[in-house]
């Protein structure tokens, strides 16, 4: 069965820092995969996929098949960063999204 | 932007009593959802529904549900009789037309309910 999984479940860096928030999956096809961001007291919100190879709000994430991996990462982190980071995927584009358990990032100034 | 709404914010429920959480989707999507996130663990899927009728739905998602579009604008989940361990946030998602760039599930804020 398909599975996300996030080893840090909180990850605390210095304003500045770079970060990287890991996520892997196991799945046997071709998946698509997101990072959603959940800020404090909103809803959660798209922050990236990797079909789009984009970088929004300075993060980016491979996809890593050989490893199954797709770790989210910024070079200088923000305190406005801080936020729960939920790694997630799709079987198919018709597919449910199946989240990771997320991680919870604070970026202390 | 479109945005996909969720009312109640909170309700408060006795245990054994029924509750419908209510979800206005984005107007041109197809594809609705319920997530639930109880505090502290991760968002899990419910169920998710399409040309009227349960595509998928988890092992979660027992006789006690059910989910219904009665109109072209809502989407409800239905707890049938409520347990304690039913209280969680309830998120809503849509997803519009399965075109390139477009297959992006849109969550609503949540519904969060508490059973005592």
């Known amino acids: 069965a398909q599975r996300v999984t996030q080893p840090e479940k909180l990850l605390s860096v210095f304003k500045g820092a770079p970060v990287e928030l890991k996520c892997n999956y196991s799945?046997?096809?071709?998946?698509?995969l997101f990072w959603y961001v959940q800020y404090s007291r909103q809803r959660l919100q798209l922050l990236l996929r990797h079909i789009s190879r984009e970088s929004i709000k300075g993060f980016t994430a491979d996809l890593n098949k050989g490893e199954t991996s797709f770790h989210l990462k910024k070079p200088f982190a923000q305190e406005e960063d801080s936020a729960m980071y939920y790694c997630?995927?799709?079987?198919?584009?018709?597919?449910?999204?199946?989240f990771g358990p997320g991680t919870s990032l604070s970026v202390i100034p | 932007e479109p945005e996909v709404t969720q009312t109640p914010s909170h309700q408060v429920t006795q245990m054994g009593q029924e509750v419908i959480l209510r979800c206005v989707p984005i107007s041109n999507h197809l594809y609705f959802y319920w997530y639930r996130q109880i505090l502290g663990q991760k968002v899990e899927f419910l169920v998710s529904?399409?040309?009227?009728?349960?595509?998928?739905k988890s092992e979660i998602f027992d006789d006690q549900f059910s989910v219904e579009r009665p109109d072209g604008s809502n989407f409800t989940l239905k707890i049938r009789s409520t347990k304690l361990e039913d209280s969680a946030m309830y998120f809503c998602a849509s997803m519009g037309l399965i075109v390139s760039g477009a297959n992006v599930l849109t969550f609503g804020a949540g519904s969060r309910l508490t059973v005592l």
């Open positions: 529904f399409y040309n009227n009728e349960i595509s998928e």
């Open positions: 799945y046997s096809g071709s998946p698509e």
């Open positions: 997630a995927l799709k079987r198919t584009s018709y597919d449910k999204v199946i």
